[in-house]
T-cell receptor, first 115, second 111 residues
Framework: NAGVTQTPKFQVLKTGQSMTLQCAQDMNHNSMYWYRQDPGMGLRLIYYSASEGTTDKGEVPNGYNVSRLNKREFSLRLESAAPSQTSVYFC?????FGTGTEKLFFGSGTQLSVL | QKEVEQNSGPLSVPEGAIASLNCTYSDRVSQSFFWYRQYSGKSPELIMSIYSNGDKEDGRFTAQLNKASQYVSLLIRDSQPSDSATYLCAVKVRHGQNFVFGPGTRLSVLP
C-alpha cells in the first residue's frame, strides 16, 4: 500500500508565486490534515478536513487555502508565497476523528523554499 | 508558554542502554498521548499511544503516563543505533481537532 502520497517532494518558489501541494491517501481514512514543521517548533496544524466535504482552520492558516477534492485527496494552496512559508509540509490522514484515539499517518513531506 | 515541552537534546546513550525521553504538557483536559519517531529527512511514524495512567509496553518501548503530574515519557530498552532519531511527543484533547506536538528530542545511540 502507498499510504499517504505527497507531491512534489521539493519546491523552490519566488516571493509572490503560487503553488499547490497535492496529497492523496489510499487507506480509506475520513480525515486529512496539513502540517508544517519548522526547526524547534514542532508540527503545527494548518488546515484539516474531518470528513469529505468539510474543511477547517488549524493553528496557522494564514496564507493558505485547502480543497478536499474527494475522500482520497486534500490539496494545500499557497496563493502568494512569502519567505515565512519556507518550511517542510506534511500531509496526514487518520480515522476515528474526534475520538481521541485517532492515529496520524504521514506522507513523505514537501520541502518548500520561498526566496 | 509552549503547550507541549520536550528537551531538545541531543540525548546520547551507548548501545544497549536504556534511553529515557520526557514530555510535559500544559492542558489538563488532554486525553490522548502519542510518541512519534522521525528519522532525519523523513516523516513522523507512530510508535506508541497511551490513554490512561500507568505503563504501556510494546517490545523494547514503554510509554509511561502520569496525568496528575502532566507528564508522559518513553523508555527505549536495549537501545540500538537504528533508534537514533528525533522523538516527537503529541497530545490530544478527546474532542478537539488538533494534535499538539512538542518540538522533539533528538536521540543518538552510540555504537
Amino acid at each position: 500500500n502507498a499510504g499517504v502520497t505527497q507531491t512534489p517532494k521539493f519546491q523552490v518558489l519566488k516571493t509572490g508565486q503560487s503553488m499547490t501541494l497535492q496529497c492523496a491517501q489510499d487507506m480509506n481514512h475520513n480525515s486529512m490534515y496539513w502540517y508544517r514543521q519548522d526547526p524547534g517548533m514542532g508540527l503545527r496544524l494548518i488546515y484539516y478536513s474531518a470528513s469529505e466535504g468539510t474543511t477547517d482552520k488549524g493553528e496557522v492558516p494564514n496564507g493558505y487555502n485547502v480543497s478536499r477534492l474527494n475522500k482520497r485527496e486534500f490539496s494545500l494552496r499557497l496563493e502568494s508565497a512569502a519567505p515565512s512559508q519556507t518550511s517542510v509540509y506534511f500531509c496526514a490522514s487518520s480515522e476515528a476523528f474526534g475520538t481521541g484515539t485517532e492515529k496520524l499517518f504521514f506522507g513523505s513531506g514537501t520541502q518548500l523554499s520561498v526566496l | 508558554q509552549k503547550e507541549v515541552e520536550q528537551n531538545s537534546g541531543p540525548l546520547s546513550v551507548p548501545e544497549g542502554a536504556i534511553a529515557s525521553l520526557n514530555c510535559t504538557y500544559s492542558d489538563r483536559v488532554s486525553q490522548s498521548f502519542f510518541w512519534y519517531r522521525q528519522y532525519s529527512g523523513k516523516s513522523p511514524e507512530l510508535i506508541m499511544s497511551i490513554y490512561s495512567n500507568g505503563d504501556k509496553e510494546d517490545g523494547r518501548f514503554t510509554a509511561q503516563l502520569n496525568k496528575a503530574s502532566q507528564y508522559v515519557s518513553l523508555l527505549i530498552r536495549d537501545s540500538q543505533p537504528s533508534d537514533s532519531a528525533t522523538y516527537l511527543c503529541a497530545v490530544k484533547v478527546r474532542h478537539g481537532q488538533n494534535f499538539v506536538f512538542g518540538p522533539g528530542t533528538r536521540l543518538s545511540v552510540l555504537p
